[in-house]
């Protein structure tokens, strides 16, 4: 009987980008990112129907386009980025279009679930294998103690408590 092999694919930082969405004063939404993170996919299948994905970002590269608010995201209100630097994913199961696994920000471990649309594999014209992923999903933020909350005088909450995620990926074939 022949043995599986495990194909290891890198992120392609160039390609991809982690984006997420809030709601603010719930009336508009305002869209992050994180800009210093690492992402690596495992799989033994073309059609990486047993992909195990693992993905870490550093919780001081949020990037709101607003210095204020960042450093008030990067504070013991929300990620508090000097006593938790990293964020980290490692998925549990995966069936092609469901990812489920456990994501810890802060000091606080949560199973998820996120959507997966996968795009395929490509050779590039430099000879590299690639192969392209979008997920999205959402999750409620004060499960992970970023609890930070404000009231407007007309009472409407400053911050939503749901985050949409978008990840946009591409990894090279290692």
Do not use: C
């Not at 392609?12 to 992402?39: L, R």
């Not at 590299?128 to 979008?134: D, H, I, L």
């Amino acid at each position: 009987m022949e043995t599986a092999v495990k194909t290891t694919w890198k992120i392609d930082t160039a390609h991809s980008e982690i984006a997420f969405k809030v709601k603010h004063m719930m009336i508009s939404t305002v869209t992050g990112y994180f800009e210093d993170y690492n992402a690596e996919v495992n799989t033994t299948k073309e059609d990486f129907s047993d992909a195990e994905f693992s993905f870490t970002a550093q919780t001081a590269s949020i990037n709101t386009k607003n210095a204020d608010r960042d450093a008030h995201l990067k504070s013991d209100d929300f990620f508090n980025t000097k006593t938790y630097p990293e964020m980290k994913f490692t998925s549990t199961s995966f069936d092609g279009t469901t990812l489920v696994g456990d994501l810890t920000i802060r000091d606080v471990t949560k199973k998820i679930s996120l959507e997966v649309d996968f795009n395929g594999v490509v050779v590039d014209p430099y000879g590299q294998t690639k192969a392209g992923f979008e997920i999205s999903g959402e999750l409620n933020r004060k499960d992970f103690n970023l609890t930070w909350s404000a009231v407007t005088e007309a009472g409407k909450i400053v911050v939503s408590d749901k985050v949409k995620l978008q990840l946009n990926l591409q990894f090279i074939k290692s």
